[in-house]
């Protein structure tokens, strides 16, 4: 059996998506994912019976989605770890530019873009822009769209 703690969707002291506003559930689930990748290099990954997830909850005017951490009770390693993250999480996001919440989301799906760093396509470089994956659309810094590529 497994049960879990509740990590909210953003580290403590961050705003985050507010459940009713455009691209909600895109923008919460990227926020989500940015802030388990925190944990993860934080903290380390999950140990045996313990993994982190986001959770969409069931709310009056729709889901609303934090992180969690399930952990077994049968297993202490699992447990330390979730109630670690609970005590120990950081409370805003890192300085690194990989996770302070400036990646920019696809303006067609609002899924999270991919900075240019990681685009091997082309000759799109570091300094070029963004990727989304899911419209393969390659973007300009000010969210013009540069290419769509073929898929
Ligand atoms: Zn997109």
Known sequence: MSDYITLGPTPSDEPCAQVGEELYAQKARAECRRFIKVLRDTFGTEPSGAYLQT??????????????????????????????????????????????????????????????TSVQLFDFSASDGYRCHACNLLFAHDLTVLARMEG
Do not use: Q
């Open 55 to 116: 959770k969409g909850f069931p709310h009056d005017y729709g889901t609303y989605y934090e992180v969690v951490c399930h952990f077994n009770p049968d297993v202490p390693d699992s447990i330390d770890y979730a109630f670690r993250l609970e005590r120990e999480a950081p409370t805003e996001w890192p300085d690194d530019p990989g996770y302070n919440g400036s990646t920019p989301l696809c303006p067609e799906c609002g899924d999270e873009l991919e900075m240019g």
